[in-house]
């Protein structure tokens, strides 16, 4: 099976190039640095033990960031990071600098994937949550590098799609040496396509291990001051939006407005940057007086919408904000990270799509600190609801607050899985 898989994804090569030069029109890095993705690159030349850690793109590297964070506490290891977007490369450039060796991930094709692990000479390979590629775990599993997932999950839809393909997917997953899960549901499912029972450790989220430090919490109050002044102004901050949530969110923002007491600012962040310029046109459509984040300053109180269009910034302007909307909800692409908004102590609220974060959704549900959202109405009422009601808003935002704190200590549980082999 994992043979008919490589002979389809060599022929499907010549459609994936074609697809990055046509998102390259509005993301020009998508052309660029295309001999890594083959493995093309300098060899890396240490004597430290190097460790090759597998972020896929901005949430999984930021989800990371405190186990890398703490694996770079250790001199004697050399870290390794790959991602597949741009947005994900530069993020991590911008953050870690030449803390780590950083190149994109080699496509999952034997030539592609020998060639840079003879490159980088890897002792242990880490894969965050569920980006697992069969030729990949199986040419580390021939040169008898361990593969460990950390912070693994598995949604049901996920689940149903790797069974279609068991043949491919239980040995893949029979060849991985440890996996931390997030929780016992997704355990259980792993387990059901085909992961050792014996290699299979409940650790939790290591997104709730994200700490808040006191030189970020005073940008997220100088931030404030320069959206609101010294106001009692609410932000509603509606984050990590996909195509077709924008519209639903502007016309439940424009219901808010016409009951609304306080003047609230609306901060809306588009999920890929290839949106931003035609987010922030949208907005002007609409009627709504708006500015870009990029351009940096203070607001004026006459704009109703600002447009997060900046990258490595959402963390920060969570700080800055009363209300967090968390998008790629309202559409099917089940839902983004809730945990950073809850860490700030925000109420949340979301679309009904949150199979990618079902978990967090249900805990924080069940506290109080979250409610689901199915369209511009049932938005409007409860964004307005919470932007009215402070005491309210304080109430969810604790409760979020406890959900965040309560389930920390996944880093620990994780890093004690690393260090049985490193």
């Known amino acids: ?13 010549p459609l994936i190039l074609l697809r990055l030069l046509w998102r390259a029109r509005l993301a020009p890095a998508y052309a660029r640095r295309w001999s890594e993705r083959f493995g093309g690159f300098a060899p890396l030349a240490t004597e430290k033990t190097l460790v090759w850690l597998h972020t896929v793109s901005v949430g999984e590297f930021l989800g990371a960031l405190p186990l890398i964070r703490a694996l770079l506490q250790d001199n004697d290891l050399q870290l390794v990071i790959t991602t597949t977007t741009p947005t994900g490369s530069e993020r ?37 949550e569920t980006e697992l590629w069969p030729n990949t775990i199986a040419a580390c599993a021939r ?9 693994g999950r598995l949604s049901k839809r996920s689940a149903r799609g790797y ?3 068991g043949a491919l997917t239980r040995p893949m997953l029979k060849c991985l040496t440890e996996a931390g899960i997030q929780n016992r549901a997704d355990a259980e499912r792993f387990q ?32 404030r001051r320069d959206w609101v002044g010294d106001t009692d102004r609410p ?46 046109e949208l907005c002007r459509e609409r009627g709504f007086v708006s500015a870009r984040r990029s351009e940096r300053g203070v607001l004026d109180e006459s704009v109703q919408v600002l447009v997060g269009d900046t990258m490595g910034e959402l963390l920060l302007m969570f ?44 805990l924080l549900s069940e506290a109080g ?9 049932t938005l409007a009422e409860s964004a307005l609801e919470l932007l009215e009601d402070g005491a309210q808003r304080r109430q969810w935002g604790e409760a979020a607050r406890r959900v965040s704190e309560g389930n920390r200590g996944a880093l620990e549980k994780t890093l004690e899985l690393i260090r049985r082999y490193c």
């Not at 924008?246 to 016409?258: G, K, S, Y």
């Not at 009951?259 to 922030?280: D, I, K, Q, W």
């Open 1 to 13: 099976m994992r043979l008919i898989y490589t002979l389809f994804f060599y022929l499907c090569v």
């Open 92 to 128: 991590v450039q911008q953050t870690l600098g030449d803390q780590v060796f950083h190149v994109y991930a080699p496509y999952d094709l034997p030539l592609c994937v020998n060639r840079f692990l003879h490159r980088t000479q890897p002792r242990l390979l880490l894969i965050m």
């Open 143 to 151: 040169r008898e590098i361990p593969v460990l997932l950390i912070n």
């Open 163 to 165: 069974a279609r393909v």
């Open 192 to 223: 059901e396509l085909g992961l050792r029972p014996e290699a299979t450790h409940i650790t939790g989220n290591i997104k709730f291990d994200l700490t808040l430090d006191e030189g970020l919490r005073g940008q997220a109050a100088g931030l």
């Open 235 to 280: 932000v509603w901050i509606a984050a990590s939006t996909h195509r077709g949530e924008d519209e639903i969110i502007l016309e439940a923002f424009a219901r808010v407005r016409e009951r609304a007491t306080h003047n609230p600012l609306l901060v809306l962040v588009p999920r890929h940057p290839e949106r931003f310029g035609s987010v922030y």
């Open 319 to 362: 700080g800055a904000s009363d209300l967090a909307f968390v998008g790629g909800s309202l559409v099917p692409n089940g839902g983004h990270n809730l945990v950073e908004p809850a860490a700030w102590g925000l109420p949340l609220l979301s679309g009904p799509s949150q199979f990618n974060f079902a978990e967090v959704s249900r």
């Open 369 to 377: 600190a979250l409610r689901l959202v199915a369209g511009a109405e």
